[in-house]
C-alpha cells in the first residue's frame, strides 16, 4: 500500500515532469513520433526503480523532485541513471535535440 502510493507521488513529481518535458523538446525539434514513444516506454520502465529508491531515501524524492521542477537536473540524467535499458532512446533522443539545438 505504501509503496503504491509512493509510486503515484513519484510517478506526479518525477517521472511525468520528465516524460513531458523532454516529449515536448523532441516535438519541437519534429523527432520522429517512435523516438517520443521510446522516450515515454522508458520513462514508465523506470517507474519501479524510482519508487523503490524513494523507499530507500526519502530526502532523495523531495531534492530530485525540486531540481526537475526548477530545471537544474535534465530529464536524461534522471532516466539514464535511473534505468540502463533507457540509453538507446535517450541516445536516439539527444541525437535529435543536439542536432537541432535544443
Known sequence: MLQEILSSFVSLLIVDPLQAELSERL??????????????????????????????????????????????????????????QCGAALKAARIYLESRGA
Not at 37 to 64: F, G, H, I, N, Y
Open 27 to 84: 516535438a519541437q525539434v519534429r523527432a520522429p513520433q517512435a523516438v517520443i514513444a521510446d522516450v515515454r516506454t522508458c520513462a514508465e520502465a523506470s517507474l519501479p526503480r524510482l519508487a523503490d529508491r524513494a523507499m530507500a531515501e526519502p530526502m532523495w524524492v523531495v531534492s530530485t523532485a525540486l531540481n526537475v521542477w526548477t530545471g537544474q537536473t535534465s530529464p536524461e540524467d534522471i532516466l539514464g541513471n535511473t534505468n540502463p
